[in-house]
């Protein structure tokens, strides 16, 4: 459910309490960025105990388009609930400036609390924003800026609501680093949670940071590839003072050169090789259909449909799945696939070989006593081995 994360134990609780709890716990907490539900779901699995969305990477992957301030607040909160329901970590959300003045940034505030973020991140850039670490950034009045940070803790409350408030100021590019320092002070003392000044330029700027407002905890963005800031180990950040770090661009930049390194493959007639990617059956596992397969037994009824051929009428319901495995005339194994026997419906889209064959009868063969396990076992035109298992 959007909102809530599951801690350790069967105990579900709010997904902002989970954040406190990691905020207030010891060591340096690191959040890779997520885009959609998948980034966040292989986040999850990698053992990551929050993670974060980055405007970057959602205007790129929904968009296809620059974190220039194009993406609205509507798409944003769309892709959100997409994030929060996909996984039960804490996310801590990406809302720009607010989308507004304080009034519009309190909707804002309201409507990620309802999308289940545990956090929300807020900078004092002018609309439109530009891109951390690019050039043409531009800050609000430090009162303007302090207002707004009052208005989501106003927006906060009075939806009853501890979703997280991470404070962002961008002063540091657009003014000078003591700008940025006593934005940071004044938005600790206006109630943000967390502190955060993007493109610092040393370490020494990054220690300076870190005394400010030493009680409140303090956010490092480790962009990927050659921003402003130094690239620190986990350990030297928690050595300056910081409590959360995040790396923007990791997944959506690997996703991008892997992307592009496939449809080179396939441009040249190839397939991408198969250590570049998963096989067919891990994805599955990823996406989720493993465990869709076991709700589904959860919730079978018995019932028999014309064409249904995963039921034995003497014992009920079967659980036996076809496999179906092709390898190239190399003997590569190009697909390993397993469907409930009764599912076959566009099993011919993905191995047009099977167009014809009547997989049914020969399922049906096997019940009536013959045996078989193996199916099917040919070589179609293009010389590629169809084998068919029942199991």
Do not use: W
């Not at 906060?156 to 934005?183: F, H, M, N, P, W």
């Not at 995963?310 to 036996?320: E, F, H, K, L, N």
């Not at 047009?352 to 040919?378: Q, S, T, Y």
């Amino acid at each position: 459910m959007a909102g809530l994360a599951v801690s350790s134990g069967s105990h579900v609780e709010p997904a902002a309490k989970v954040l406190r709890r990691i905020l207030e716990s010891p060591g340096v907490h690191l959040g890779p960025a997520c885009f959609d539900g998948l980034s966040a779901k292989l986040i999850e699995a990698a053992g990551f105990s929050y993670c974060f969305t980055s405007g970057f990477s959602i205007s790129a992957a929904r968009l296809g388009l620059p974190d220039t301030g194009l993406i609205s607040y509507g798409e944003m909160l769309d892709q959100g609930r997409l994030l929060t329901e996909a996984v039960s970590i804490p996310i801590i959300g990406d809302a720009d400036n607010g989308y507004g003045n304080p009034i519009n940034l309190k909707r804002t505030v309201k409507g990620f609390i309802r999308a289940g973020f545990a956090g929300i991140l807020l900078e004092d850039q002018v609309s439109p924003k530009a891109c951390g670490h690019t050039r043409g950034r531009k800050v609000v009045s430090l009162q303007e800026a302090v207002i707004k940070i009052k208005a989501a803790v106003d927006a906060r409350a009075e939806i009853g609501s501890d979703i997280v408030i991470v404070a962002r100021t961008d002063a540091r590019q657009a003014v000078s680093l003591d700008e940025a320092l006593l934005r940071t002070k004044a938005f600790a003392d206006a109630g943000a949670d967390v502190l955060f000044i993007d493109a610092l330029a040393s370490v020494e700027e990054m220690r300076a940071f870190c005394q400010v407002s030493p009680h409140i905890p303090k956010m490092a963005n480790m962009l990927e590839g050659g921003g402003k800031t130094p690239i620190l180990t986990p350990q030297q950040l928690e050595d300056i003072g910081y409590k959360i770090v995040v790396y923007p661009l990791s997944l959506i930049g690997v996703s991008i050169r892997a992307m592009q390194d496939a449809l080179a493959a396939l441009k040249g007639g190839r397939i991408p090789p198969p250590e570049s990617m998963p096989s067919f059956e891990e994805i599955k596992d990823i996406v989720g259909f493993n465990t869709y397969y076991e709700e589904e037994k959860r919730y079978a009824t018995g019932a028999s449909s014309e064409g249904d051929i995963s039921r034995d009428p003497s014992s009920g319901v079967r659980p036996q799945t076809l496999r179906v495995k092709v390898a190239d005339k190399d003997g590569l194994e190009k697909l390993d696939l397993r469907i409930p026997a009764g599912s076959l419906d566009g099993l011919t889209n993905i191995v047009p070989a099977l167009a014809g064959v009547n997989i049914k009868e020969l399922v049906d063969d096997v019940v009536e006593g013959n045996g078989r396990k193996k199916l099917l076992d040919f070589n179609d035109s293009m010389d590629e081995r169809i084998q068919v298992f029942l199991e």
